[in-house]
């Protein structure tokens, strides 16, 4: 499966800072909600390839597994805290279903991943399918939409470097 990204690639004019998505040098962490494992596990594919193209070493990464998209504040905020890592990623799945779950459980994992990186200074990107059907997950997950795995490290190294850079 061929992961596809939407991000441009940073460019900046004389005196803007853009960080750089040369993730040599860099830890990354990535976390992984099973729930949907499904769709989690091609976010993953496509993490793992953005990590190759991106030049993070195997022995610079750290992959951990969570029981749900709900989870990931919590992991992520131990993640960050532990000073093992630059910057991480989280990916997980929401598909709306039959009641309003899917609205807390995105909206609480949203936020709790902004919180996160916000108290400890580590970048978190948020990559978290939050959609209104499986079809939609699989387009988003290495389908005609990308693969928002590749998106999220992308994210989480040009932050790190950025933050270096501030």
Not at 96 to 109: I, M, N, P, Q
Not at 111 to 140: C, H, I, K, M, W
């Amino acid at each position: 499966m061929e992961a596809t990204h939407r991000l441009p690639a940073p460019s900046s004019k004389e005196g803007e800072l853009v960080g750089s998505q040369d993730g040599a040098g860099l830890r990354i962490g990535l976390l992984v909600a099973r729930f949907n494992e499904e769709i989690t596990k091609r976010l993953l594919e496509g993490a793992y390839e953005a990590l190759e193209r991106l030049r993070v070493r195997e022995a610079d990464r750290r992959v951990a597994w969570v029981p749900g998209a709900f989870e990931l504040p919590l992991a992520a905020g131990a993640l960050a805290r532990s000073g093992r890592v630059d910057a991480v990623a989280c990916l997980g799945c929401v598909i709306r279903g039959e009641t309003a779950h899917d609205l807390y459980v995105g909206s609480e994992c949203a936020r709790g991943l902004q919180q996160v990186q916000l108290e400890t200074g580590v970048p978190v990107a948020f990559g978290v399918l939050t959609t209104g059907s499986f079809d939609q997950a699989l387009e988003r997950s290495g389908g005609s939409h990308g693969n928002k795995g590749y998106e999220a490290v992308l994210t989480a190294v040009e932050m790190a470097n950025l933050l270096r850079e501030l």
